[in-house]
């Protein structure tokens, strides 16, 4: 029984009930309202229970681990600059030694008989000296290690401010058409593969099936979450749709030609300007032209992760409008506008 009937039966009892006193219509209240949320928390999700999943700010989680890395690097600054001031207090011992060893040597030249000069302490000390370097030897490529680490997660950090870490490429309708068919005129998935960088094994890995070659359909309904915390840019070909509908999509046409936007229509300067071969909207979907392809594409994945701020790749086109040469007494308004005046000059003669 839902929740919203189970209350309805409940307040027709009452209502047909004579209740002896308040104590036991308080009481009846909370065993009611006590099944009622048990039989709410035995309920899943999907049927009208509590959503348990605690949703994730993994843009939080990176801030949160970069400034982690940035405190351990503090640290470690710490821990090298101690070394660095071992190593000075041991070269000072091992000088120390050095001139003890230059002393005895004189004495031996001097006395006849003197006892050879012992070097071991001094060995001794090289190999404190030498212990001392290779530690920070390893701090200091540890310390290498995560400066490159918070430089890769502030990369992607800023790239995923655009929505721009995860880009699919896809083939249009009529591009899969010609791949099946063997026409040229667009790339097939094989040519695009070389891009591809996801997780096949959750993704899908790629076949040829279904008369062409392209990406088999993932065993995974939520194949996406596989890509939440992951710390890799990277580029999806052929998408599965659960996947597509989520992140930035490039897909590619056999032709676009020249078209207008909204903000070209007017002329400027006797000018007309129009967009070629590349379509962007709202910096999140884009069509490019397979005329120029492995231009665009570059430059469209680099304008997506920018945030369409800037494109290396000019796709605007400007051409001046041609003039055409009107006769005005050609017009048919001007010729009766002329008409009309004669008209009105005989009309004062003769009216």
């Known amino acids: 029984m839902g929740v919203g009937i189970s209350i309805f039966v409940l307040s027709l009892v009452v209502v047909i009930m004579i209740i002896p006193t308040v104590n036991a219509y308080t009481e009846k209240q909370e065993i009611e309202l006590a099944r009622l949320l048990v ?46 001031t071992d190593i000075q207090n041991q ?14 040597k004189e004495k031996t030249k001097k006395e006849w008989g003197s006892p050879p000069v012992d070097t071991r302490q001094l060995q001794v000390e090289y190999k404190k000296l030498n212990v ?20 890769t997660k502030k990369l992607i950090y800023e790239i995923q401010k655009h929505d721009a870490k995860l880009i699919g490429i896809e083939l249009s309708a009529n591009c899969i058409s010609m791949a099946k068919s063997n026409m040229t005129g667009c790339p097939t998935y094989e040519d695009l593969h070389s891009f591809d ?4 094994t959750t993704s899908g890995g790629f076949s040829f099936y279904d008369g062409y070659f ?55 300067d006797g000018k007309r300007f129009l967009i070629k071969d590349r379509i962007i909207k709202d910096c999140y979907t884009a069509k490019i032209s397979a005329d120029n392809w492995e231009l665009l594409l570059h430059d469209t994945i680099f304008t997506f992760q920018n945030g369409c701020e800037s494109a290396e790749i ?3 086109v400007e051409y001046d409008m041609p003039k055409s040469n009107i006769d005005v007494w050609s017009s048919p308004n001007v010729q009766y506008q002329h008409w009309l005046q004669e008209m009105k000059q005989l009309c004062k003669v003769k009216c």
């Open 39 to 84: 039989e709410y928390g035995l309920k899943e999700p999907d049927e009208g229970g509590p959503y348990e999943e605690e949703l994730v700010d993994f843009q939080q989680l990176r801030l949160d681990e970069i400034r982690d890395l940035e405190y351990g690097i503090l640290e470690l600054n710490k821990v090298i600059d101690i070394k660095k």
């Open 91 to 104: 070269n000072k011992v091992i000088q120390i030694e050095t001139n003890k060893i230059a002393v005895a």
């Open 132 to 151: 001392i370097n290779n530690e920070l030897g390893e701090l200091v490529e540890n310390k290498r290690l995560i400066e490159k680490q918070i430089e």
């Open 197 to 200: 960088n996801s997780l096949t």
């Open 214 to 268: 392209h990406r088999e359909k993932s065993n995974y309904q939520d194949s996406y979450r596989a890509y939440d915390n992951d710390d890799t840019i990277r580029i999806i070909i052929d998408p599965p749709q659960n996947e597509s509908i989520r992140i930035k999509m490039i897909t590619i046409e056999p032709n676009l030609g020249l078209f207008s936007s909204a903000y070209s229509k007017e002329l400027v």
């Open 314 to 316: 000019n796709d605007i």
